[in-house]
């Protein structure tokens, strides 16, 4: 566990503003011993008006020296009482890769305005985008990205409504060509065709070598649990299947828990709903 702190304030902190904020991280006496920052709200962190996180993010790359220690950062933690995720302003991160060669860790949370830019970076082991809509420019950001250390990727795949505007085609690419060949733990999670995106990942490069398969959140159906159980069986090298929040059936759900050797967890069975005759099923994290 790195040793953490956490900078916040709210929209109630009149008079406060994101200065204030960057200013109290780099001023603060703990900071030379911190090896965790975590960003929450920022005031207004959905007035595209303002500059935001980008004046936290640029005021890391403009004082990197101070935070050469940290290991690990996490911009925008918050619930949707501070602020919904499809709501929060993010930023431009293309200038932190080389800012911040110690990295380890990176989350950032919400998809509006997000940028990488060309990532390189050779330390960083855990990426992890939580968002309620992923757009396919961020996916082939990370497709072409060169991370050599890369342990746990986790994304966030989301609905068109909320800022996924790709679709099969784009996750395929991303399981096709990118190289991350540490990686362990896979996540493509919070999808509306999470049927076919557990097919891709049965099919992708990375089976054979990750321990962890993520596939929660989204709407798997009995469709997908099915490929599951005929595909999990060649490789026994994974150890953990999370399946939590799902329409899977009860049926489905014992034979995936009786599979040997996996870990597998499917808490949070959820149903479809019904409108009329039409069938909806939806993901856990939209708006």
Known sequence: MYKSKRFAYTYEDEGKNEEDLLKEILEDPQLPDLEEIVIGPWGEC?????????????????????????????FADMDYEDCEVSWIIQADYSKLWEAMPQLEKLVIKGSTELELGKIVHENLKHLEIICGGLPKDIIASIQKAKLPSLETLLLYIGIEDYGFDGDITDIQGLLAESDFPKLTYLGITDSEIQDEIAEAVLDCKYMDRITTLDLSMGTLTDKGGQMLLDKLPEYPNIKQLDLEYHFLSDDMMEKLEA????????EDQQEADDYDGEIYYYPMLTE
Do not use: M, Y
């Not at 500059?51 to 640029?58: F, P, S």
């Not at 599979?259 to 499917?266: M, R, T």
């Open 46 to 74: 959905w007035d595209e008006t303002q500059e935001g996180l980008q004046v936290i993010v640029d005021g890391i790359v403009k004082n990197k020296e101070k935070f050469s220690q940290i290991k690990s950062l996490f």
């Open 259 to 266: 599979l040997s050797g996996v870990q597998v967890n499917v």
